[in-house]
C-alpha cells in the first residue's frame, strides 16, 4: 500500500506521456500498456503539479487557495487520486 505523507513527491513514470490538446482534452498515455487514461481539466493541473516536483501538501494547498476548499477534502481526495495513478503505474515516489 503506498503511505503518502505531506512531504511526499511523486514522478511520472517514464511510460506515461501526459498529453494536453489544445486545452480542450487531457490525457496520460501509457506506452507499455497501452492504455489511455483521460483526465478531466482538475486532474490535468494535479498531473502537471506532479511533473513539476510539488509536495503533497503543496498540491493541496495550491488547490484549496485557487478553489477556496477545505484542506481535509482536498487532501483526502488528492490522496484517493494519486493512488489511483499509483496502482495504474504511472507515478512513483520520489
Given at each position: 500500500?503506498?503511505?503518502?505523507?505531506?512531504?511526499?513527491?511523486?514522478?511520472m513514470?517514464?511510460?506515461?506521456?501526459?498529453?494536453?490538446?489544445?486545452?480542450?482534452?487531457f490525457?496520460?498515455?501509457?506506452?507499455?500498456?497501452?492504455?489511455?487514461?483521460?483526465?478531466?481539466?482538475?486532474?490535468?493541473?494535479?498531473?502537471?503539479?506532479?511533473?513539476?516536483?510539488?509536495?503533497?501538501?503543496?498540491?493541496?494547498?495550491?488547490?484549496?487557495?485557487?478553489?477556496?476548499?477545505?484542506?481535509?477534502?482536498?487532501?483526502?481526495?488528492?490522496?484517493?487520486?494519486?493512488?489511483?495513478?499509483?496502482?495504474?503505474?504511472?507515478?512513483?515516489?520520489?
Amino acid at each position: 500500500m503506498l503511505e503518502i505523507r505531506e512531504d511526499s513527491i511523486f514522478e511520472m513514470k517514464k511510460n506515461a506521456s501526459v498529453r494536453n490538446i489544445l486545452g480542450e482534452t487531457f490525457f496520460i498515455l501509457d506506452s507499455e500498456s497501452g492504455k489511455q487514461y483521460n483526465l478531466s481539466e482538475m486532474e490535468y493541473e494535479i498531473v502537471d503539479m506532479i511533473k513539476k516536483g510539488y509536495k503533497f501538501d503543496e498540491t493541496v494547498d495550491k488547490i484549496a487557495s485557487e478553489y477556496n476548499a477545505e484542506k481535509e477534502q482536498i487532501s483526502a481526495d488528492l490522496a484517493e487520486y494519486v493512488i489511483s495513478l499509483y496502482e495504474a503505474g504511472l507515478i512513483i515516489v520520489k
